[in-house]
């Protein structure tokens, strides 16, 4: 079966192409309420299989010629693949309503151990403090620092951490409270320990004009991501250290501290919103960090 959503016999164009796929992020965003990010994913992985099959038409979409494709994977890692047959479902099953065609497609099934805090870390503690004294070189020190620390004794994502304005933060409890909850990603109850705070405050000093709802670090997500990637470089380091693998090591060094993974759970926002809420109270917030301090995370010493 072919792609009535592509008729060959009208000769479809680039711009053609570049169109649906335009309309294809609305619909990702709009009706299925993404998060950017993912939005993003999604639309490059289904322009780059539409560029590839090009030569061969449209018209000859099938099942068989999505297997032929996702071939091209089998030596990616699992999760590029299932990120694959994901955006896959999106375009094929749910934006064009075409089931069939990826109905056979199964996510690659990921072993504990493989992924998350349960995975061998390529980095150790000593790295993250090579990385930190490196970023005292970048243009930006005290921004960079600041974030470095943010993201790994928070466990927060990549953009949340750069959505944060000062509304967000309680510097009493060094506590984090977003309420950014896009799609399948919520957001959860954090705090920063006492390495991050000073490195904060010393850059928020440098800020005496930032408003309560102004974002506190002005930087993209793809420019935070590519000064940690050159840090890591300068420092010999054989993967980088990214926002994301800080949020991987977090996870790790918290579970080894001894704190329950239920509690990760919500200082990361993976808890269902149930459990999120009752802990919104006071007396929650309080709990929580008396859990969070007492797993006295350090990254610098």
């Given at each position: 079966?072919?792609?009535?959503?592509?008729?060959?016999?009208?000769?479809?164009?680039?711009?053609?192409?570049?169109?649906?796929?335009?309309?294809?992020?609305?619909?990702?965003?709009?009706?299925?309420?993404?998060?950017?990010?993912?939005?993003?994913?999604?639309?490059?992985?289904?322009?780059?299989?539409?560029?590839?099959?090009?030569?061969?038409?449209?018209?000859?979409?099938?099942?068989?010629?999505?297997?032929?494709?996702?071939?091209?994977?089998?030596?990616?890692?699992?999760?590029?693949?299932?990120n694959q047959?994901?955006?896959?479902?999106?375009?094929?099953?749910?934006?064009?309503?075409?089931?069939?065609?990826?109905?056979?497609?199964?996510?690659?099934?990921?072993?504990?151990?493989e992924i998350?805090?349960?995975?061998?870390l390529p980095?150790?503690?000593?790295?993250?403090?090579?990385?930190?004294?490196?970023?005292?070189?970048?243009?930006?020190?005290?921004?960079?620092?600041?974030?470095?620390?943010?993201?790994?004794?928070?466990?927060?994502?990549?953009?949340?951490?750069?959505?944060?304005?000062?509304?967000?933060?309680?510097?009493?409890?060094?506590?984090?409270?977003?309420?950014?909850?896009?799609?399948?990603?919520?957001?959860?109850?954090?705090?920063?320990?006492?390495?991050?705070?000073?490195?904060?405050?010393?850059?928020?000093?440098?800020?005496?004009?930032?408003?309560?709802?102004?974002?506190?670090?002005?930087?993209?997500?793809?420019?935070?991501?590519?000064?940690?990637?050159?840090?890591?470089?300068?420092?010999?380091?054989?993967?980088?250290?990214?926002?994301?693998?800080?949020?991987?090591?977090?996870?790790?060094?918290?579970?080894?501290?001894?704190?329950?993974?239920?509690?990760?759970?919500?200082?990361?926002?993976?808890?269902?919103?149930?459990?999120?809420?009752?802990?919104?109270?006071?007396?929650?917030?309080?709990?929580?960090?008396?859990?969070?301090?007492?797993?006295?995370?350090?990254?610098?010493?």
């Amino acid at each position: 079966m072919g792609l009535p959503a592509f008729p060959a016999s009208r000769g479809l164009n680039l711009g053609d192409i570049e169109e649906r796929l335009e309309k294809f992020k609305d619909f990702c965003r709009v009706d299925v309420n993404l998060d950017e990010r993912t939005v993003e994913g999604y639309y490059y992985s289904a322009r780059k299989f539409l560029g590839w099959v090009q030569m061969r038409g449209y018209e000859s979409v099938n099942t068989d010629v999505v297997r032929e494709y996702l071939q091209l994977y089998l030596e990616k890692s699992k999760c590029t693949r299932a990120n694959q047959i994901k955006a896959f479902r999106r375009f094929f099953r749910d934006y064009l309503g075409m089931p069939d065609i990826v109905a056979s497609f199964k996510l690659p099934r990921i072993r504990r151990g493989e992924i998350g805090r349960y995975m061998e870390l390529p980095f150790t503690k000593v790295d993250l403090q090579h990385v930190y004294r490196e970023l005292e070189h970048t243009k930006y020190a005290l921004r960079n620092q600041a974030l470095f620390l943010l993201y790994a004794t928070s466990g927060l994502r990549l953009k949340e951490a750069l959505q944060l304005t000062p509304n967000h933060i309680n510097r009493d409890l060094r506590s984090i409270i977003l309420c950014l909850e896009r799609g399948t990603k919520k957001t959860g109850i954090t705090f920063y320990n006492e390495e991050a705070e000073q490195a904060l405050n010393a850059y928020l000093r440098e800020q005496p004009s930032l408003l309560p709802n102004d974002r506190i670090f002005s930087v993209g997500g793809k420019g935070i991501n590519w000064v940690l990637v050159r840090a890591s470089k300068q420092c010999g380091l054989k993967r980088s250290i990214t926002p994301q693998m800080l949020r991987v090591w977090f996870s790790f060094e918290m579970g080894r501290l001894g704190v329950p993974d239920r509690y990760i759970d919500i200082f990361q926002g993976r808890a269902p919103r149930s459990v999120l809420a009752e802990f919104y109270t006071p007396k929650g917030i309080q709990e929580l960090k008396q859990i969070y301090d007492k797993a006295g995370l350090k990254v610098l010493s």
